[in-house]
């Protein structure tokens, strides 16, 4: 996956996505064998008076075979759900890539979005390297870190003309003061600067490294999925489901 695209975030979602397909065909074909043997014994048993053996069988066996035509209807509802979240990712990464700061307030307030899904996909690009994003509660914003290791570098005031070299924080919240005159810092080319600063941060796309505390997550074994879902095919969707909360 290219670092810039936000496409296929997860692999997981396409991985049981397809095993559902097959195994919906499979059931499919299944179940047509069975319609051609019910109907082709059906005579037999009517004439005869008894079930044919192939037949009782199949009904002997239906409690047990039941659980194994719902496997590939529970891998495609597990697939759409883990694509549905993927979707939701995918679009605040573009955000993000495209807006170095985003306000929670508006951007909830103008769609779908909810808290939980914000905090989900800030933790997962963080986790998965994808960025370095920060939520700030106390502006309500989620913003690239890299705004708090940039500033504004100010070299004289234009109330009073001393040489200043003030260092202002990229996302600097009050208006510093010059030390000479006390009076404001020209809030207008601050802004000016700022805006130059943050059109910068966004043209390098550049997903910032994982913090030295975080652990990368175990890769997810389609070896060990694979034997799962053949030994007891629920204990596949938890893996898969599992390996899917932990971001791999």
């Not at 051609?36 to 075979?65: D, F, K, M, N």
């Not at 929670?104 to 909810?114: E, K, T």
């Not at 009073?160 to 020209?186: K, M, N, S």
């Not at 943050?198 to 990368?216: C, D, I, K, N, Q």
Request: charged share 25%.
């Amino acid at each position: 996956m290219s670092a810039d695209s936000p496409r296929d975030l997860y692999r997981i979602d396409d991985l049981l996505l397809r095993a559902g397909a097959v195994g919906f065909l499979l059931v499919l074909a299944v179940s047509a064998g069975v319609v051609v043997v019910a109907l082709a014994t059906a005579q037999i048993a009517e004439s005869t008076g008894r079930i044919e053996p192939g037949l009782a069988a199949l009904v002997h066996h239906a409690p047990v075979l039941t659980p194994a035509f719902l496997c590939p209807f529970a891998l495609l509802a597990a697939g759409f759900a883990m694509r549905r979240r993927e979707k939701r990712i995918a679009a605040v990464w573009r955000l993000l890539q495209h807006n170095a700061e985003i306000s929670v307030a508006g951007l909830i307030a103008n769609s779908d979005f909810r808290r939980r899904d914000l905090d989900r996909a800030v933790r997962f690009l963080n986790n998965r390297g994808l960025g370095h994003y920060l939520w700030d509660r106390e502006t309500d914003t989620i913003q690239d870190a890299r705004l708090r290791s940039s500033s504004l570098h100010v070299e004289k005031c234009d109330g009073c003309g001393a040489e200043i070299a003030l260092d202002v924080p990229v996302g600097f919240r009050e208006v510093p003061r010059c030390p000479h005159c006390c009076d404001l810092v020209d809030v207008d080319a601050l802004e000016r600067r700022r805006r130059e600063a943050l059109e910068a941060l966004r043209a390098e796309h550049r997903p910032a490294p994982r913090s030295a505390g975080t652990r990368p997550t175990p890769a997810f074994s389609i070896a060990v999925f694979l034997v799962l879902l053949f030994v007891f095919w629920p204990a596949a969707v938890g893996y898969a489901w599992l390996k899917w909360q932990a971001g791999a």
